[in-house]
């Protein structure tokens, strides 16, 4: 117990300095002590009781000296605990390209100048956009830890790149920060694949099948084990999907719940949709004889030749060669590849086109909100337009 300079007991940790400072010390919860000072008694009563109280309601952190680096480390594992591991290699993914510039930094040094020059110096605005969420995230953690004192990473801009377009003589500067529709394919490029895969690869023509009928994303598709596809009541049950989690794709693979409520559903089949399945089932069945599939994995409709789970990318390689395999036959036809979160836009695209219900569209999409559904997955085709403009021919 501490005393003043002539000799009265101030209490725990509270003492008086030869120059008539008050000073208070305690140990915090990381062990190291902390030391605050005032000019009266009263005051540093106060002020210890107001440390040692946000000592124990703060984020875990070590100290408000910490660099970047160190912050990130700290808050990935504090504050994003119940992430999966997807999310947080995704979150260390978009920060290493941060690392270099500013990890080394200490957090109360870091300004919105400092950092924009990084952010600009990134290739893209896509880089700009992904790299500020998870900065901005560690910045608004750090605030409420009075880590920093405001938090600036809001009014990064993400924004720079532009195109530069000649017209008539005239150079046009156009902001090249729009987001791309996504591509909705025709008619005549689902009738061209078809045709391709269903005599060179009856695995992808399957998945294909599968994909524009249901307008499931791959992950569900690949996560999709032989108990989920009842035959009897021509329905799907989505209640997992396959996530890849080792480097480039290869590795280890797990299954993940859906991310929201939502995703957990039932899709009814259509007739098509119904025999790829049963066409899957022979593939797979043939595939088994020759050989073992993994521990936990040996019920996947969808697998390698060797009985292997696998991801997005391969299916991505196995269209891509589709594709080019089209082309050699038909040099004039231009197909392109597409991937499969392209024909989850297009089943929804035509779903709409059809009649379909958006509520009902909804359901069966996955989607918590409405608005996702109509925003980001329903497009119009340039025949659609067509036909509805035909509709005014009278009125003019």
């Known amino acids: 117990m501490g005393k003043s300079l002539n000799g009265k007991e ?5 003492s008086q300095r030869k120059d008539g400072r008050y000073q208070a010390r305690f140990i915090n919860r990381f062990g190291n002590r902390q030391t605050i000072y005032a000019k009266t008694i009263t005051e540093i009563t106060r002020r210890l009781r107001e440390e040692q109280y946000q000592d124990e309601k703060q984020v875990n952190v070590v100290s408000s000296s910490m660099t970047l680096d160190e912050w990130f480390e700290e808050w990935i594992v504090t504050c994003k605990v119940n992430c999966r591991n997807t ?10 390209r941060l690392r270099e510039e500013l990890g080394w930094r200490k957090l109360n040094d870091l300004n919105l100048i400092v950092v924009q020059k990084v952010f600009n110096n990134l290739s893209t605005d896509n880089m700009r956009k992904t790299s500020k969420i998870v900065f901005n995230n560690m910045m608004k ?4 830890s009075k880590l920093i004192t405001t938090n600036f990473a809001t009014d990064i801009n993400i924004k720079t790149s532009k195109t530069v377009k000649k017209e008539k003589g005239k150079k046009i500067t156009v902001s090249n920060t729009a ?10 490029e689902i009738e061209t694949i078809l045709q391709d ?14 994909a524009l009928g249901t307008g499931m994303r791959s992950g569900e598709i690949l996560g999709l084990t032989w108990d989920c596809i009842n035959f009897e009541n021509n329905t799907i049950n989505i209640e997992k999907t396959l996530v890849s989690v080792g480097g480039n794709g290869a590795g280890c693979y797990e299954f993940h719940l859906p991310k929201t409520e939502s995703g957990i559903r039932e899709i009814p089949m259509t007739k098509k949709v119904n025999e790829a399945f049963k066409n899957q089932k022979e593939i797979k069945s043939s595939i088994e004889v020759k050989y073992k599939a993994r521990d936990d994995f040996e019920d996947l409709v969808f697998c390698s030749i060797h009985n292997r789970p696998l991801n997005t990318k391969n299916i991505i390689r196995s269209i891509k060669t589709a594709s080019n395999r089209i082309n050699e036959k038909n040099s004039e036809l231009s197909f392109k590849p597409f991937t499969p979160h392209e024909m989850r ?14 509520k009902s569209l909804q359901k069966i999409l996955g989607h918590s909100n409405l608005a996702i559904t109509m925003n980001l997955y329903c497009h119009v085709e340039s025949e659609s337009l067509k036909e509805q403009m035909s509709l005014l021919d009278e009125m003019v």
């Open 141 to 144: 953690s750090a605030l409420k």
């Open 197 to 210: 895969t269903i005599i060179n690869n009856r695995k992808l023509y399957n998945f294909i099948v599968v």
């Open 345 to 358: 836009h297009t089943f929804a695209t035509k779903a709409i086109a059809k009649g379909m219900r958006p």
């Open 87 to 96: 999310t947080l290699r995704t979150y260390r993914y978009n920060y290493n």
């Open 10 to 14: 101030l209490g725990t940790g509270i």
């Open 179 to 188: 987001k791309k529709e996504r591509r909705v394919l025709t008619d005549k």
